[in-house]
Every structure is written in C-alpha cells, then in structure tokens.
C-alpha cells in the first residue's frame, strides 16, 4: 500500500512528465518559429559585430588621425583653427559632423566646448559640452566645469553650481575635484550662501587635504565662517 509522500512523489513525476509532453508538443508545432527568431538573434549579433569590426572601427582610426592637427592648434591656443579646421585639415566641428557615433567625435564636442569657452563665445561653448558623453574618468569631470564655467559667464549662478557640484561629486579625483569644490564655494560666498561655501572648503580639507587647494584651505573657511557669524 502506496503512502501519501509515495503518491504525492508519483504525482509529482506525472506532472513532470505532462509538462515535458506539453514543452515538446510546443516546439513541434512552433518549430519553424523558433528557429527564426534564433536565426535572427544570430543575424543582429553578427551584424552588430560586423558593422563594428568594418564599419566604426576603421572610421574610428580616420577621425582619429583627422582630429590630430586640430588637437595640436588647441594646445598651440590657435583656437579659431583648432574649431574650424585650416581647409587643409579638419576642425573639431568637422569631426563631430563627419565621423558621427566615434570616441574621437565625442571627444572633440569636449575640445569644441572648450574652444568657444576660451574664445568668450559662452552659449556656443555650452552647446557640445552638453552633448559630450561622459566615459572618460578624467575628461568627464572637465567637461562638467567647463559647463559650469560657461553657465557663470552667462550670469546662471545656479547651474554653475550644479555643474561644479556634478564635477567634484561624480568623479571625486585628487586631480579635479578640489579645483571645482572651490568654484562650487565660490559661486555659493557671491550668492550670499556662506554656510554652503563652508561645506564645499571642509571637504576639501577633509577629503583632499595634501592637494595645492587643500594647503590653504583653513583660511577661507575662517573667512567665510566669518561672514555667517557678521
């Protein structure tokens, strides 16, 4: 005579079974189905990889090699060329026009912004530093102050400091960041808002407290404690 846990087991095996039955019936009948859509996973797999390897790739190599000239007039402060190419060689906004969706065309918004930045053109500069995608861990943070730079210049304190608060938090590095919590507490001391500049110098101290930033950092924030307490 079968226990209950020896029925329950047999029951179990029994439902097992009709599921195995019912999966197999499915794939009969949708054979054709199935292989399709596995055929066309297959096909955009391939063709993702290939328009990769044959495509990007190679365009990635030429704008590279294109951007080098406008790379060197940017180091030379020749900015005007730098943007607008020398009718021999591409400018930053020949690369962001002609080699769309490349590393290099994401990296010249950054130069490009940066240019008009330099040239006094403040609203053109904000332009291509807000398009720029942020991968690069040290260019990133630049290009969030640069855009907090041009917003000052605007008069738009508070996305300056939005900008500058985005640039020492979300890459929080030795190398940017106390250079932007100063202008992040410097844009807070003209808006009047000293507890805030105080925030911003104390965790320079605390955080980056051997950088050229964090050396001298006690006396600003005596200055603008003093300023709370006046």
Known sequence: MKNNKTEQGDKNIVAVEEALSKSEQFIEKNQNLLIGVVAFIVLIIAGYIGFNRFVIEPREQEASQ?????????????????????????GFLDIISE?????????????????????????????PLQKYKRKDELVAPMALGALGDAHLQTGDMQKAADYYEKASDSYANPLTA????MKLAMVHELQGNYQKAVDAYERILRDFPNTNEGRNIERYISSAQARINS
């Open 66 to 90: 294109e951007m080098f000239m406008a790379e060197r007039y940017f180091d030379q402060d020749s900015l005007q060329l730098a943007l607008e190419g020398d009718g021999a060689h591409l």
């Open 99 to 127: 080699y769309k969706m490349t590393r290099s065309a994401n990296l010249a918004r950054y130069y490009a912004g940066v240019s008009y930045l330099n040239l006094g053109e403040f609203e053109e500069a904000i332009k």
């Open 178 to 181: 106390p250079t932007f919590l």
